[in-house]
């Protein structure tokens, strides 16, 4: 609320309704009251809990949050010194080995990259909807295709190496008075393979969401494989993955979402949803370093 409106209502204890339309505070009142919450937050919670009260707030989560808010106050010696505490003892956190564990439950659930994370079970109205979201038909959740990757996202990644990819060879509609070809487009198999082939894409493209010519785990544990256009390869195998708009080239997200028949609730899905990462710990403390006392 601070970083959108500045100046917001500051409600610091229990008030009943009537008495909760207030005048807005002073930004500098409503920084103070962020810094003290968080700075007694950090001070007062366990480092670690007991596997039983695995994923309850901890002092890495409260000084993780204190440090991007110094960072987003451009409090650059504040931010890298807060941040700074996190990278060594008492604290254990660190990267895990494959960026796609980071968002499946089959990877320790409270993994150690994992600083703080809004916690799912797969039990009625206590998991996450991701998967279904997420998912397409041919998940054992039969999930709904409601969001995708869109062709920007997809032009934002790049080779392993850095270097960017080429999309002026793809094939595109040359007729756009043909229905079937509206409907369906050209056929992109060989050139997604081609381009997957040139040399290796980055790991959180495909740990991210799915090309065409990829394939996905997916109910009764069949292999599914992404084809475009999806008509002329429904009785192709491995079998066709299907989304809810198979007429549209769209990029199903791969991430969050169970494979084979591991998840048996459709709207409760055990994966947990990562808010603070290491990883995001690691780059605000180089970029509050780098403004501090860089390059």
Request: net charge negative; charged share 20%; proline share 7%.
């Amino acid at each position: 609320l601070w970083q959108l409106f500045g100046e917001v209502v500051v409600l610091d204890k229990p008030l009943p309704p009537s008495d909760t339309y207030l005048a807005r505070s002073p930004v500098a009142d409503v920084k103070a009251l962020i810094e003290k919450d968080l700075t007694e937050a950090a001070a007062a919670l366990p480092v670690d809990y007991s596997d039983a009260e695995d994923g309850r707030i901890t002092k890495g989560a409260a000084t993780a949050l204190l440090g991007r808010f110094y960072l987003y106050d451009q409090q650059w010696e504040k931010a890298h010194q807060t941040l700074g505490t996190l990278l060594g003892p008492p604290y254990s956190y660190t990267l895990m080995p494959e960026y796609n564990q980071l968002f499946d439950h089959k990877w320790e659930k409270n993994n150690p990259e994992h600083i703080f994370a809004m916690q799912m079970v797969a039990v009625a109205n206590m998991g996450s909807s991701m998967d279904m979201w997420y998912g397409g038909r041919s998940t054992y959740s039969r999930g709904g295709s409601d969001s995708f990757c869109t062709h920007q996202i997809l032009s934002s990644y790049t080779y392993a190496d850095g270097t960017p990819l080429d999309f002026t060879t793809r094939p595109k509609r040359s007729d756009y008075g043909a229905d079937e070809e509206i409907r369906y487009g050209e056929d992109l198999m060989a050139w997604y393979q081609a381009l997957k082939e040139a040399k290796p894409l980055d790991k959180r493209l495909q740990a991210s969401f799915m090309l065409p010519t990829d394939t996905l785990l997916g109910a009764d544990d069949v292999t599914f494989r992404v084809y475009w256009p999806y008509e002329p390869y429904v009785t192709a195998t491995p079998p066709a993955y299907q989304t809810e708009f198979v007429s549209y080239l769209m990029f199903s997200w791969r991430k969050f979402v169970n494979t084979g028949n591991e998840n048996p609730i459709r709207w409760d899905s055990p994966n947990n949803m990562p808010l603070i990462r290491f990883a995001d710990v690691l780059l605000m403390y180089a970029e509050a370093l780098n403004e501090d006392d860089g390059p």
